[in-house]
């Protein structure tokens, strides 16, 4: 009897180890999809991390849930605390946009001077393990960071007005690009983006295009590019989306719960007192039952974006209608197993990538949702797959238009990108 226990116990250590931790898979390189041209050829012979296998943590790299469950509660292992310098800016409507700068630690290998604009993903901010590590690991490479912190996210940072962050509202981000752009006349800007903040900077970029003219190219992580098949799909059970779904839910009730007086009590009652717009009407009941953001963007989001339905707010917030209106670099990432973010809903990337000689869409075979872990075997490294390729492309861009090195007519920005 005791050897039949052993045995069954063995089977279901095996039985896991194959089924559950993926451990027969073997490391690819990412899947990459862009057009024929010279500069794309260029870019991927400098960035050769996007053409080599990306290699997991070694026990439990190969399953989505636990690189994204670890992403969602450390981060990343053992990450840093750079110092930076905090920057508030009061907005017309009372709201104060923050974000913070850092400045290199080391000099970059091409002597440029380059300010990574950064966008986090949904409720972050700065001091996010994810974003601290991503910044630490660009300073040590020779670049400014300015990171925003999203309305409402940092809890000793109170609102100044009754709104908080939506999916697809650039006016904040626009505020960090334009300061960065006053005081740091001579750097050039990169646009990059995390998952939420990667739809906000596609937006951003291709709303208005004349704001290329000061972007050296631009990189989005982890999103969807369209927010109405998001808001679809997280309902599934699928991958368990639907408990992701839940758990982001009652991760922005916190950050609502945290601002309540500003948003829903006297504060915004005395924001309201004597403007001539009509506040918005919540029901807070309603607002603090939903189980999901859909349930929370129907009773709180497009009321304060003052959207007469879920549809029209959606559509408004999707940057794929805009994806098709930038003209320089672009690099979007995704990884193939990302049970929020499923690679089957980005038609966009896929179709503008064929188009655009000088995109790169790149879907990695593992990586969960921003993780990314790479090296060990318990305890992955600190900096991630995903921090050194981004680091890569931007140098890649950089040398491209430092030296020129595209013909056929393509300038280094790519003008005129689709077609």
Same mark, same amino acid.
Request: with cysteine; hydrophobic share 40%.
């Given at each position: 009897?005791?050897?039949?226990?052993?045995?069954?116990?063995?089977?279901?250590?095996?039985?896991?180890?194959?089924?559950?931790?993926?451990?027969?898979?073997?490391?690819?390189?990412?899947?990459?999809?862009?057009?024929?041209?010279?500069?794309?050829?260029?870019?991927?012979?400098?960035?050769?991390?996007?053409?080599?296998?990306?290699?997991?943590?070694?026990?439990?790299?190969?399953?989505?849930?636990?690189?994204?469950?670890?992403?969602?509660?450390?981060?990343?292992?053992?990450?840093?605390?750079?110092?930076?310098?905090?920057?508030?800016?009061?907005?017309?409507?009372?709201?104060?946009?923050?974000?913070?700068?850092?400045?290199?630690?080391?000099?970059?290998?091409?002597?440029?001077?380059?300010?990574?604009?950064?966008?986090?993903?949904?409720?972050?901010?700065?001091?996010?393990?994810?974003?601290?590590?991503?910044?630490?690991?660009s300073m040590s490479h020779g670049f400014r960071v300015a990171v925003l912190n999203h309305l409402g996210a940092l809890p000793e940072v109170p609102l100044t007005s009754p709104r908080i962050f939506t999916y697809g509202e650039?006016?904040?981000?626009?505020?960090?690009?334009?300061?960065?752009?006053?005081?740091?006349?001579?750097s050039k800007l990169v646009a990059l983006g995390f998952s939420m903040g990667a739809n906000i900077v596609v937006k951003y970029v291709g709303e208005e295009p004349s704001r290329q003219d000061d972007l050296m190219c631009c990189?989005?992580?982890?999103?969807?590019?369209? $927010?109405?098949? +998001?808001?679809?799909?997280? /309902?599934?059970? @699928?991958?368990?989306? =639907?408990?992701?779904?839940?758990?982001?839910? %009652?991760?922005?009730?916190?950050?609502?719960?945290?601002?309540?007086?500003?948003?829903?009590?006297?504060?915004?009652?005395?924001?309201?007192?004597?403007?001539?717009?009509?506040?918005?009407?919540?029901?807070?009941?309603? $607002?603090?039952? +939903?189980?999901?953001?859909? /349930?929370?963007? @129907?009773?709180?989001? =497009?009321?304060?974006?003052?959207?007469?339905? %879920?549809?029209?707010?959606?559509?408004?917030?999707?940057?794929?209608?805009?994806?098709?209106?930038?003209?320089?670099?672009?690099?979007?990432?995704?990884?193939?197993?990302?049970?929020?973010?499923?690679?089957?809903?980005?038609?966009?990337?896929?179709?503008?990538?064929?188009?655009?000689?000088?995109?790169?869409?790149?879907?990695?075979?593992?990586?969960?949702? %921003?993780?990314?872990?790479?090296?060990?075997?318990?305890?992955?490294?600190?900096?991630?797959?995903?921090?050194?390729?981004?680091?890569?492309?931007?140098?890649?861009?950089?040398?491209?238009?430092?030296?020129?090195?595209?013909?056929?007519?393509?300038?280094?920005?790519?003008?005129?990108?689709?077609?």
């Open positions: 009897m005791g050897l039949f226990v052993i045995a069954a116990i063995i089977l279901l250590v095996i039985y896991f180890a194959i089924r559950v931790l993926n451990l027969l898979d073997q490391p690819a390189a990412p899947t990459l999809h862009f057009k024929d041209t010279q500069y794309n050829h260029s870019l991927l012979s400098l960035c050769s991390i996007l053409t080599k296998p990306y290699v997991p943590n070694r026990l439990w790299g190969h399953n989505a849930h636990i690189q994204s469950f670890i992403y969602a509660k450390l981060g990343r292992f053992n990450a840093p605390r750079p110092a930076g310098t905090r920057i508030r800016l009061p907005r017309p409507d009372g709201a104060t946009v923050t974000f913070d700068l850092f400045e290199p630690t080391a000099s970059h290998p091409q002597a440029a001077d380059i300010t990574l604009c950064v966008c986090p993903g949904i409720a972050n901010h700065s001091e996010k393990a994810y974003v601290r590590t991503f910044i630490q690991h650039t006016g904040e981000y626009a505020a960090m690009v334009d300061y960065i752009r006053e005081h740091h006349p001579s990189i989005s992580v982890c999103q969807g590019y369209d $927010v109405t098949k +998001a808001s679809k799909v997280l /309902h599934e059970w @699928e991958s368990m989306r =639907r408990f992701y779904n839940f758990m982001m839910t %009652l991760n922005m009730l916190r950050q609502l719960r945290r601002n309540f007086d500003m948003l829903f009590g006297e504060g915004a009652k005395l924001y309201w007192e004597g403007r001539e717009e009509t506040p918005p009407c919540y029901n807070v009941d309603k $607002v603090f039952g +939903a189980t999901s953001l859909v /349930h929370l963007d @129907e009773e709180l989001t =497009r009321k304060m974006a003052r959207h007469n339905s %879920l549809s029209e707010f959606y559509k408004e917030c999707s940057s794929c209608q805009y994806l098709f209106k930038i003209k320089i670099p672009l690099l979007m990432l995704n990884s193939g197993d990302d049970a929020i973010i499923p690679v089957s809903q980005n038609h966009s990337p896929r179709e503008y990538s064929q188009r655009s000689p000088c995109a790169v869409y790149a879907v990695t075979k593992h990586g969960g949702h %921003l993780g990314f872990f790479e090296g060990g075997f318990l305890r992955a490294n600190t900096v991630s797959w995903m921090d050194r390729a981004l680091m890569q492309y931007v140098d890649a861009v950089v040398e491209l238009e430092g030296s020129h090195a595209v013909s056929n007519g393509e300038a280094p920005h790519c003008n005129g990108a689709t077609s």
